[in-house]
């Protein structure tokens, strides 16, 4: 199956579209003009046409999102467009692809995102480590202000400070205002009271960067591409053990393993294929059987009892221990949950100690039920689904190579005996300064 | 680094938010810039200062936050990311390169470095991400340690004789 031609990337050629007149000499800022020519309900009404659905994780419909934003008259409160530049999830590095090499046509789509919701003031919140991103942003928006071409919106670029928990909305929400990014109880949705309490619609960097082509070639051309129920491209993130990572901009539908043999290049070192995340770490893993049969769009993946998630897809060798695995996910979820809810915070140490207990040999036959009994308890337990995300993601590990796990404790040890590709993979620690005993830190706060 | 005062300067960033306490995160992010790259207990009560907040309110935003340091780095920090992606493609063996030509643990710091491992920085399929000073190189293998360190110690760096293999 031949790639569509590219809708995101589109006029790039490869490379960068950071200069203002070369994103014009590829039509620039048309579907901008388009759709400030319209009323806000009719940008809306070519939205839903096109169905596209939004690209952070949750795939809510994108004109819908905006429809929910009341109008002005009902609310009498500033309307706020915030766009969730906060990419996060382990395996996920699209959005500072389009970030990097679309900046104009992913700011064009904020403004008529702002202009469907009626808002003049937008606020991008982008992940901390985004650096270079963010300069491009930067400089992209100096050359749309000195066209005017903002009109009356301001837009602020908001640097993050490095939590994964600002990817989630109402968590983004808090951080944003000042405060530590802790998710909020919903209802309220942001809609109604979002940023400062006030009409807010949150939306994706890719979704906004697609309603840009959606206003340009209209929503029902935008429809025939890709998929029922799953229309227009998305920019896979390709990562693990294949020859070729990178982003790879496919139309929904596409073959998991036509992405992974042909455009991946395929697995990395003649080895063979055990296993396939295919939404980022927080979705159900896949194995190679069930990978080589699905598409990789939304119906297919739920069907196969995944999700399509971030489309991050990793891809792991045969060298690739389980049980290591599921370690250094739940490390990962450990360490970025924020602690408001007990059955996340405590329940994620609680899988990553058992999991370890297991690899390192001293698990037993307890704990293989202890494992299922903690992931149950974290389940739909919290107000965001961090810890869901760790609970889902091992159990299906457990559940899918069991056989695995079950190696560990009759073996004693990891029956990979130090093989396996994430052997004492070192997570995150805490930083300390090597100085010689008792010399002090003039202004140093012991926390 | 702007040549106004760490005051001013946040008073700029205020001015941009309709409400002032969404400046204090830009604000912690300046004073950090210009305290060497951490956040001493004077950066807190400047930044309260400026924004009319405590400095214990301050010091609550900076430790939720990973890329707010409360200890001192060194000049230059490298972060080796060892999430998934990166560790399918030999991060460890990147991390364990960079502790025996530099000497150092993951999470020690000197004048000279700091080094230390982070989660996922958005680069998975461009693995190993390595983060020096918040600049990502991309595919870096553990092969190519010494000349990234060389490079940072401003030593020329010669490519020695390898062996055929």
Redesign the interface.
């Known amino acids: 199956m031949s790639p569509t031609p590219e809708i995101v990337f589109a006029g790039t050629n490869g490379d960068a579209l950071t200069e203002i007149a070369d994103y014009e000499a590829v039509g620039g800022f048309q579907a901008l003009a388009k759709s400030r020519a319209l009323t806000p309900d009719d940008v809306i009404a070519e939205l839903n046409a096109s169905n596209l659905r939004g690209r952070g994780g949750a795939f809510f419909p994108t004109g819908r999102k905006w429809s929910f934003v009341p109008k002005p008259d009902k609310i009498d409160k ?1 309307h706020y467009l915030v766009i969730n530049a906060d ?7 699209k959005d ?1 692809e389009i970030m990097l090499r679309v900046p104009f046509r992913f700011l064009e789509g904020s403004l008529i995102a702002a202009h469907a919701i009626e808002s003049k ?1 937008i606020f991008i919140y982008i ?6 991103e963010f300069e491009v942003l930067v400089a992209a928006l100096e050359q749309m202000r000195a066209k005017s071409l903002l009109g009356d919106v ?1 837009i ?1 670029v ?7 928990i600002c990817g989630e909305e109402t968590a983004l929400l808090e ?7 802790l998710p909020r109880t919903k209802p309220p949705f942001p809609a109604i009271a979002g940023l ?1 309490a006030s009409p807010t619609a949150v939306n994706n960097v890719e979704s906004i960067t697609a309603a840009t082509t959606v206003m340009e070639i209209g929503g029902a051309e935008y429809a025939k591409l890709g998929v029922e129920n799953s229309t227009g491209t998305r920019v896979f ?5 294949v020859v070729n ?3 790879y901009e496919l139309p929904h539908g596409y073959p998991l393993r036509d992405l992974i043999n042909e455009l991946g290049g395929g697995i990395a070192d003649g080895r063979s294929l055990k296993a396939v ?1 295919p939404g980022g ?1 927080s979705t159900v893993i896949l194995t190679a059987d069930e990978a080589n049969r699905v598409t990789l769009d939304f119906d297919s993946l739920v069907d196969a009892g995944t999700a399509i998630g971030s489309a ?1 897809v ?1 891809v ?2 045969d060298r ?1 221990c389980m049980v290591q ?1 599921a370690v ?2 739940s490390q ?1 979820y450990e ?2 949950s ?1 602690g408001k809810c007990t059955p996340c915070r405590v329940g994620t140490k609680w899988l990553t100690t058992i999991l370890q207990k297991i690899e390192d040999g001293r698990g037993t036959q307890a704990d293989m039920d202890l494992l299922v009994s903690v992931a149950e308890r974290i389940n739909g337990k919290c107000l965001c689904p961090l810890g869901d995300s760790d609970a889902i993601a091992v159990m299906s590990y457990f559940d899918k190579f069991r056989d695995e796990f079950q190696a560990h404790i009759d073996e004693g040890g990891c029956p990979f005996h130090g093989e396996s ?14 100085l010689p005993e008792g010399k002090a ?5 012991n ?1 | 680094m702007s040549t106004l005062s760490l005051y001013d300067e946040i008073q700029e960033v205020r001015a ?11 604000a ?2 300046l004073a950090q810039e210009r305290s060497g790259g951490w956040l ?5 009560r400047d930044v309260a200062d400026a924004l009319d907040l405590t400095p214990a309110y301050c ?3 900076a ?11 060194g000049e230059t920090v490298i972060e080796v990311c ?4 990166c ?3 030999g ?2 063996q990147v ?1 364990e390169a960079f502790e025996s030509e530099l000497g ?1 643990k ?5 004048d000279e470095f ?1 080094l ?12 190993t991400i390595v ?1 020096v000073n ?3 190189r991309l595919h870096v293998q553990a092969g190519d340690v010494s000349r990234i360190v060389a490079e940072l110690r401003g030593i020329e760096w010669k490519e020695r004789d390898e062996p055929d293999a």
């Open positions: 500033p990419e996060s999830e382990p395996g996920t590095f500072r003031h992940r901390g480590e985004y650096e270079a301001t602020v908001h640097r993050g400070a490095g939590a994964y951080s944003l205002e000042g405060r530590r990014g400062y993130s390709l990562s693990g053990n990572g990178g982003n995340i770490s991050a990793i792991l060798d690739c695995l250094r996910v990962f360490h970025e924020c590709s994430l052997d004492h993979l070192l997570a995150p620690v805490a930083m300390h300064i090597a830190i003039d202004g140093l706060i926390v | 941009r938010y309709p409400e002032s306490l969404s400046a204090v995160m830009p912690l992010q001493p207990e004077q950066a807190f010091l609550s935003i430790s939720f936050y990973d890329m707010f340091r409360l200890e001192p780095v060892t999430n998934i992606s560790g399918l493609k991060a460890q991390l150092l993951a999470g020690d710091t000197t700091t230390r491992t982070v989660e996922c920085l958005g680069g998975c399929g461009w693995a983060a918040n600049r990502h």
